[in-house]
């Protein structure tokens, strides 16, 4: 069975600084994608980034970063310069390629402090 | 911009009183997905449309139903709704499979409550 693992529920961190979310996954799939989707409370779940299986460069999209360890299966989230507006339930996913089914984490509820 | 629109944003019904949640895309995306998700929970595929072929979940109650007549709209329709439906339901979208990891776009959702 594939999983999708985030063991933290809750964090917070101030404003400007650094937060590294985790997120671990269990596949026998050697092809995959991994996902970071981030949804603020009641708007719209969008997409923050991805992840190739295939690739070992750790995907980067402007403040947020992944520290992607195939053979750990983790897939970690680097939020940098934290800013208010990150507040947001934040969920890991992952597809396998062979099923085409996005599989979601628990979520971590993440808060910034002014 | 091109998106995932659904309406209503909040919808209220009565205990067994048949209601339909309404999504559609100006994406022109092949696929369309209804997911259920409940409070700081993740959320469940109900089932998904890829293109006119519509793919249901093993453990999707029958309660559930979808329509999905042209490629811009996708309905969720819940025959005989329980308290346990209440929850917010969320359409999305990919360009074709997510075979090849292809993201999903989400809607804002509707968040339905039962009466």
């Known amino acids: 069975a594939q999983t999708v693992t985030q063991s933290q529920p809750e964090m917070s961190v101030q404003e400007a600084e650094t937060v590294t979310l985790s997120c671990t996954y269990d596949?026998?799939?050697?092809?995959?994608?991994l996902f970071w989707y981030k949804q603020p409370p009641s708007r719209q779940m969008i997409l923050v980034i991805r992840q190739e299986a295939y690739k070992q460069q750790n995907a980067t999209e402007n403040r947020f970063s992944v520290n992607f360890q195939k053979a750990a299966k983790s897939f970690s989230l680097k939020i940098s310069d934290s800013q208010l507006g990150d507040t947001a339930m934040y969920f890991c996913a992952f597809i396998a390629s062979n099923t085409g089914k996005l599989i979601f984490g628990q979520g971590t509820t993440l808060q910034v402090k002014p | 911009d091109a998106m995932v629109i659904q309406n209503p944003r909040y919808q209220v019904t009565q205990f067994g009183k048949p209601v339909t949640l309404s999504c559609s895309q100006t994406l022109n995306h092949n696929v369309m997905y209804w997911y259920q998700q409940k409070s700081s929970q993740a959320p469940k595929l109900l089932f998904h449309?890829?293109?006119?072929?519509?793919?249901n979940e093993a453990d999707t109650p029958d309660n559930f139903q979808s329509r999905r007549p042209n490629t811009s709209f996708c309905f969720l329709d819940i025959r005989s709704p329980g308290l346990g439906d209440a929850a917010m339901y969320l359409c999305a979208t990919s360009r074709d499979s997510v075979l090849g990891g292809q993201p999903q776009h989400f809607g804002d959702g509707t968040r339905l409550s039962i009466l």
């Open positions: 449309y890829y293109d006119k072929d519509f793919n």
């Open positions: 596949t026998s799939e050697n092809n995959y994608y």
